[in-house]
């Protein structure tokens, strides 16, 4: 019985035993698979994330990449630091920083650009004057010191992010306009300048490889809301003269009359149709400026410029919730990228000819990340990079891939 008793305890015993192995090698198998995960850089190490791709292929995402210490603390207000030393796992880092070529601090941050949702010297992302008379309104807002000295600074550190980000609605006239009323100020040259120049004042301060593009029709990111609640569609056919400067914004400039004017002569003449509405924003807001900087940067650096004009199933323009409202809006070019984004998922499948997208434009981005060409052989198309003064090379993406010469033009012809 003994025997017995012993040879059931020992059964036992190596049951618990077989188990806690298990679970030891478990845990020894998820920490490999975890240590496989981080990869560890010059500036410290980032963990990726096991995802699965809409077609069921395994890969790891690095969200969240901190290019700097968190601005948090003391340190907001301040020249950020680039180095890091914990695992960055879950840091959260936000913010506008549309082209490499915005800050000369940043340019050894990067070997490759790619900017799809506009450049850095686009009207609603350049410096504009009363950056002092906004920092005091805030400080009001929120009890501290008003007068333009450290205790405003110091006191400012000390507020709740959501509180102090909250108070940007007070600086909104009408919708959404003036669009980001805060931004980048001018600083001068110095040491911890984050940018010592205007935008449109600095020559190109990094030589790298530049993808940049625009939506056919970018416009509807502004004007869809506009048309589809008639209350502010009439508020801005009958204001124009006051809404149009605030909406794109060009009120702050010198000559914001004589803007005004030849805005209102060129687009407006014959009346605001929804058509000139969405093609007024489209070109102020968005494509003019990008094809400015493609011109400013083309002779540093190679740069691909792409005209993205292929209406799928799905749009950014849905949302507005409207018949008389579809196209290809800004933004509609990443939904073939992130299809799980937090603005529009989508849902369900895509229809073949929307994968067919999906895939050459995956094949582009990633040949462009891997060595700065996105058609390194030529299998898929030849994009060529910019080198025309007058009529800008650019790849349009349509129901075709097509090589073409002057965007500007394109754009006009189908307006």
């Not at 070997?111 to 920092?135: F, M, Y």
């Not at 605030?246 to 002569?265: C, F, G, M, R």
């Amino acid at each position: 019985m003994r025997t017995v008793m012993y040879v059931e305890g020992m059964e036992s015993l190596s049951s618990v035993s077989a188990a806690a192995l298990l679970l030891v090698a478990a845990a020894t198998g998820a920490d490999a698979e975890a240590a496989k995960r981080v990869v560890r850089t010059r500036h410290g190490a980032v963990r990726g994330t096991a995802k699965q791709s809409y077609q069921g292929r395994h890969f790891l995402a690095f969200y969240n990449i901190p290019f700097a210490k968190p601005p948090v603390g003391p340190l907001r207000f301040r020249f950020v630091s680039t180095e890091w030393t914990n695992c960055a796992c879950k840091l959260s880092c936000a913010g506008i920083f549309p082209d490499a070529n915005c800050s000369p601090s940043f340019a050894v941050l990067f070997h490759r650009d790619i900017s799809q949702s506009g450049v850095s010297t686009a009207p609603w992302a350049v410096p504009e004057p009363g950056a002092l008379d906004k920092a005091r309104k805030v400080a009001a807002m929120v009890g501290c010191p008003t007068e333009p000295n450290d205790a405003l600074v110091d006191c400012l550190r000390t507020v709740d992010d959501y509180t102090l980000t909250a108070t940007e609605m007070s600086f909104l006239e009408w919708f959404i306009c003036p669009l980001i009323p805060f931004r980048a100020a001018i600083e001068g040259e110095g040491e911890d300048s984050f940018l010592p120049k205007h935008p449109g004042d600095m020559e190109p301060h990094t030589a790298v490889p530049w993808i940049t593009g625009v939506t056919i029709e970018e416009g509807y990111f502004h004007s869809a809301p506009i048309i589809a609640n008639k209350t502010m569609l009439s508020e801005l056919k009958e204001n124009s003269k006051r809404l149009l400067p605030i909406s794109v914004p060009y009120h702050l400039l010198p000559q914001a009359d004589l803007i005004n004017e030849k805005i209102h002569d060129f687009y407006f003449s014959r009346g605001f149709s929804n058509d000139k509405i969405t093609e007024f924003f489209s070109d102020s807001v968005l494509i003019w400026p990008a094809v400015d900087a493609v011109g400013r940067y083309k002779d540093r650096a190679p740069v691909y410029f792409y005209l993205f004009s292929y209406k799928g199933k799905y749009s950014f323009t849905d949302l507005a919730g409207s018949e008389e409202i579809s196209g290809v809006a800004h933004g509609d070019d990443l939904l073939y990228f992130f299809s799980n984004n937090s603005y529009y998922t989508i849902p369900g499948e895509r229809p073949a000819k929307d994968m067919e997208v999906v895939k050459a434009m995956t094949k582009l981005w990633t040949n462009f990340g891997k060595t700065g060409n996105p058609t390194p052989n030529d299998k898929l198309i030849h994009w060529p990079r910019v080198t025309s003064d007058t009529e800008p090379e650019y790849l349009e993406i349509g129901e075709k891939l097509e090589a073409k010469k002057g965007l500007l033009e394109e754009i006009a012809s189908t307006q």
